[in-house]
């Protein structure tokens, strides 16, 4: 993948000749290092540039997707409207230009959440259960694979035992271990016979809230699919802890595999990807995964 750099200077020269943008411009880059390139523009507006531009068709399908859920008055006041997808001339990059969510992210401000937090969620995994999949399907979006369970509980076991001969837990020593990367004897997570509408990456970044724990958006839906629900309790266990995952799960009528299913892809992953950092191997911010490996690892009841 070649990846495309461009300075501040020529976005604020390129946003000052697109007329959805009021006058004067002020932009401040938000994130650099993923797969996108983003600025917030006048603390109202946001410009997705993706680095990748062989590839912008994860760009078009959010769009479709965005305004077809925009429909669902359930759903709606949560999901911030893509104004428009453009080229950016002289370049022919493709980019994305969104209202911005109010609030803040749930990440940035944990002590934010709250039991209205909790409702707010539930009310949302069960509204994406109206979503018609057969509309969703036919604008695009891809039908998700069932993870790999075996193949992630043995990376993780692996990246587990090499974290603990480095001595490289530290403070999560006692709080990760192996029986923690194990389901219930007694639940089958092979395959699901319940596929929905899933946003696949509620992480905490991605979830804004007002000061009384509301969800006031839910950003980045590149990742949505059409599969497991457990892909959702994955992002909230990561988001909100195993805890309240398990509880928001529950609640909107799931049982406990799909439970257990979301939080073990939590625990697995992050585990691998500690490691990863650990070794130079990731370049996911250290502190946020210990962060969210104490939220995943926290015990639970379903």
């Not at 994305?96 to 937090?117: D, P, Q, R, W």
């Not at 043995?154 to 974290?163: C, E, F, G, I, M």
Request: charged letters at 25%; a negative charge.
């Amino acid at each position: 993948m070649s990846r495309i750099s461009v300075s501040d200077s020529e976005a604020l020269v390129f946003f000052q000749s697109l007329p959805q943008i009021p006058h004067p411009v002020h932009l401040r880059r938000s994130s650099e290092g993923g797969e996108h390139i983003v600025w917030s523009i006048n603390d109202a507006l946001i410009v997705r540039l993706p680095v990748d531009q062989s590839n912008t068709e994860p760009l078009i399908r959010e769009k479709k997707l965005l305004d077809l859920i925009r429909k669902n008055e359930k759903i709606a006041p949560v999901v911030p409207s893509c104004i428009d997808l453009g080229i950016w001339q002289p370049h022919g990059w493709r980019y994305a230009l969104y209202h911005k969510a109010s609030g803040v992210s749930m990440e940035s401000n944990m002590h934010a959440i709250t039991g209205v937090t909790e409702d707010d969620l539930v009310d949302f995994l069960v509204s994406m259960k109206s979503v018609s999949a057969e509309d969703v399907l036919r604008i695009g979006i891809r039908r998700g694979e069932e993870a790999n369970f075996e193949e992630l509980v043995s990376q993780a076991t692996k990246a587990l035992n090499l974290l603990r001969t480095r001595k490289q837990l530290m403070e999560l020593e006692g709080i990760i271990t192996p029986d923690g990367l194990k389901a219930p004897s007694h639940l089958t997570l092979d395959g699901s016979k319940v596929e929905v509408l899933t946003h696949a990456d509620l992480k905490g970044e991605h979830i804004f809230l007002d000061s009384t724990g509301h969800i006031m958006g839910i950003i980045d839906w590149s990742d949505a699919q059409i599969g497991c629900p457990s892909f959702e309790a994955f992002g909230l266990t990561v988001a909100v802890g195993a805890k309240m995952a398990a509880r928001i799960a529950v609640r909107a009528g799931y049982g406990a595999e799909i439970v257990w299913k979301g939080v073990l892809m939590a625990r697995c992953n992050g585990v691998t990807s500690l490691e990863g950092i650990m070794s130079g191997n990731d370049d996911s911010p250290e502190w946020l995964v210990r962060s969210q490996l104490n939220r995943a690892f926290e015990y639970f009841d379903v």
